[in-house]
């Protein structure tokens, strides 16, 4: 089976650049981060505190998860319901920054995500995927913007959506996950040394999907 693994900070573009070399080379798109938030939902669900170590391993490990692929997206499942919107707010986004450092929460979802990579040809975008879950990948990407452009993309997401939010505070947001992810004990954001840096600050969707293309195929 094939695999590209593509690895950065949050906001760095990855799951618009994944889906769209997914669509090219008929590989199936896995977004590792969907799952740590659909865990981190699990959580607030049942009203654990999310720096409770033990609490939210046990309820991680417990928690009824499946991922399906209608249509060619990603639906996460929680305990039967489809939370693939419900995954995708400011209080999920932090707290699955909070529960994505332990451990045992990692463990399941690492082996769920080789799991996949043994049955498809995947595209698999996170933050540990060609360092950890991923480590002979055919391509490693380390997808970086900076933190004005990644602010600016992500309030573009939630205008186009309709919800309300404020630059500053995502830039806030955005310079803490940043810190939270590369700063944790365990799988810490950080470039595989076989993975390929590529800065989107100024790059185009189309220019960061052509450039991961042509690196896949030269080297296949
Ligand atoms: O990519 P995202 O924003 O959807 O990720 C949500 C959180 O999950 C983020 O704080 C980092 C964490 N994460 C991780 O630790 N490892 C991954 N492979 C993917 C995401």
């Not at 390929?196 to 042509?214: G, K, N, P, Q």
Request: glycine content about 4%.
């Amino acid at each position: 089976m094939k695999q590209i693994a593509l690895d950065g900070p949050a906001g760095a573009g990855k799951s618009t650049i994944a889906k769209r070399i997914a669509e090219k080379l008929q590989f199936v798109y896995i977004d590792t981060g969907a799952m740590y938030r659909t865990l981190a939902l699990a959580c607030l669900k049942q009203g654990v505190d999310t720096a409770d170590e033990e609490r939210v391993s046990m309820a991680a490990e417990a928690a009824d998860l499946d991922i399906r692929y209608i249509d060619g997206s990603q639906h996460m499942f929680l305990e039967g319901e489809d939370v693939s919107g419900q995954i995708r707010t400011e209080e999920v986004s932090k707290a699955a920054s909070d529960t994505s450092k332990f451990q045992r929460v990692r463990d399941r979802l690492v082996y769920l995500q080789q799991q996949l990579a043994e049955k498809y040809n995947v595209v698999m975008d996170g933050r540990d995927i060609g360092t950890v879950v991923l480590p002979h990948a055919d391509l490693k990407i380390f997808m970086t913007a900076s933190v004005e452009v990644r602010a600016m993309r992500r309030y573009k997401e939630y205008l186009e959506k309709g919800q309300a939010c404020d630059l500053e505070a995502i830039k806030e947001d955005i310079m803490q996950r940043d810190y939270n992810d590369t700063h944790r004990a365990n799988s810490p954001l950080r470039q595989a040394q076989d993975a390929v840096l590529l800065d989107t600050s100024d790059m185009s969707i189309d220019e960061v999907a052509d450039a991961i293309i042509r690196l896949y195929e030269e080297r296949n």
